[in-house]
């Protein structure tokens, strides 16, 4: 299993990796930079490389995290400029730490036609590959519908990629907070939204899973996380979830509260006593 969790950069991309292999994960995510802002990092790329070498010695998985200002929706022609700089900012950072990609949320636009809208994310991720040639991908990652119902569906994420002029550098991070909170699963075991993320051929291309509970019911269309085993879905599913054979191998990344113990420790542990179960 790689089982894994968010860990700070403070110190250095090299130090996050070790800070990750310190409490037992086998992936971890990160900000490449500031997570409140767009503007480009000049980075340390020796710090970079020293953290993909770590990793490749330690077998350790990573992804970063665009920062949260990230609107591959936006109607704003300068926003977008700058938002696909900050993206192949973050695409390059990746790529010299090692990592698989980089995760960007699916899109908000709260126009009257919601068509402008995947317009807007398909053009800015075409000015984003066209101008990319590393091997890090961008992760699209599936929305709680807390701020708009557009990217809550596997639908939406199949045809966004498939309309896109290089697909092969776009797959897919899987968030299970927002899978519930969106309402398209109910926290089952067996749940038929898998049956969809395979028919659409989402499945194929999931590269990373945020592994969080939900601090609200299926369907509340609220993203706040809840460390794993203490929200509303069942122990059953997560665990469900965590043996999906296709998933297997990839980084599932825990989003969640430390409930004051200051890592994710124990909730890494209890990701492999669920993944031993039979």
Known sequence: MRQGCHVSTRGGYRAAAV????VGARSYQYFPKNPRSLSVKP??????????AY?????LLSIAHTPYPTNLATADLAQRSRTVDSLLNDLEIAETCGSLGVVVHFGIYKGPDPLVGYRNIIACLDEVTARWSGKAKLLIENQAGDHAPMGTTFEELATIRSLCQKPESIAYCLDSCHLFASGVW????????????RSTGVLDHIAAVHFNDCMYPSGSRKDRHAAIGQGEISSEGLQWLLRVPELNGIPFVLETPTNGVGTHQLQLQLMLEWGALN
């Open 55 to 59: 990793c490749a010695q330690h077998d």
């Open 19 to 22: 800070k990750a292999q310190a």
């Open 43 to 52: 980075f340390d790329r020796a710090d970079a490389e020293r953290c993909s």
């Open 186 to 197: 109910n926290g089952d075991a067996g749940a038929q939204w898998l049956e969809t993320a």
